[in-house]
Every structure is written in structure tokens, then in C-alpha cells.
């Protein structure tokens, strides 16, 4: 059973930064695709940004040139700056081997104005 565990969110001021990480139970490198999604009250669940194993990235467009994914041997990590109030929203790292997803429990963003 894979599992996989956010830390870094929190309450955060508009223009403000914060930095969310994942740890998984297994080698990071094990997992085709790792990734980032939020879902803020009321909205589906959306993606944030992956990372394939071969280290290529993608964001969603509300967030290019604001947030960037990285990772190192042990974590998968989103970088979050330049916050605004529409990025409030739990944050759920996420991993696919195959056609099999994994998820984490979720971290809470809240951005006030």
C-alpha cells in the first residue's frame, strides 16, 4: 500500500509564499507521473502541476510563473508564490504507476486578502 503525506500548508496573506511538500512510502522514481492537485469549495478537483519521471513538467495556467514542482530523491515539492485568494484550497499530492493513482490526505492553503 503506497501512501503518500503533504506537509507545508497554512494561512498565508495575498502575495505571500509557501512551499508544500510529499513523502512517499516507496521511491519516488518508482511512480510514472507525480503530481499536485487542489479543490477549493464548490470546484472538482483540479490539477496543479506533474512531474514525469523523466523530470518533465506542466502546469495549470492560472499558475505558470507562480508555482514550480521539484523533487529530489525523497520528495516531490510545489513552490508557491505571488498567493492569491483564489488559490484557498486543499491541496492533494498525488503519484500514477501505470493506470493506478495514488493520493495523500490533503493539505489546507488558505490565502486571505
Known amino acids: 500500500q503506497v501512501q503518500l503525506v503533504e506537509s507545508g500548508g497554512g494561512l498565508v496573506q495575498a502575495g505571500g509564499s509557501l512551499r508544500l511538500s510529499c513523502a512517499a512510502s516507496?521511491?519516488?522514481?518508482?511512480?510514472?507521473?507525480m503530481g499536485w492537485y487542489r479543490r477549493a469549495p464548490g470546484n472538482q478537483r483540479e490539477l496543479v502541476a506533474h512531474?514525469?519521471?523523466?523530470?518533465n513538467t506542466n502546469y495549470a495556467d492560472s499558475v505558470k510563473g507562480r508555482f514550480t514542482i521539484s523533487r529530489d530523491d525523497a520528495m516531490v515539492y510545489l513552490q508557491m508564490n505571488s498567493l492569491n485568494p483564489e488559490d484557498t484550497a486543499v491541496y492533494y499530492c498525488?503519484?500514477?504507476?501505470?493506470?493506478?493513482?495514488?493520493w495523500g490526505q490533503g493539505t489546507q492553503v488558505t490565502v486571505s486578502s
Open positions: 498525488s503519484a500514477r504507476t501505470g493506470l493506478t493513482w495514488y
Open positions: 512531474i514525469t519521471a523523466g523530470g
Open positions: 516507496r521511491s519516488i522514481f518508482s511512480f510514472n507521473v
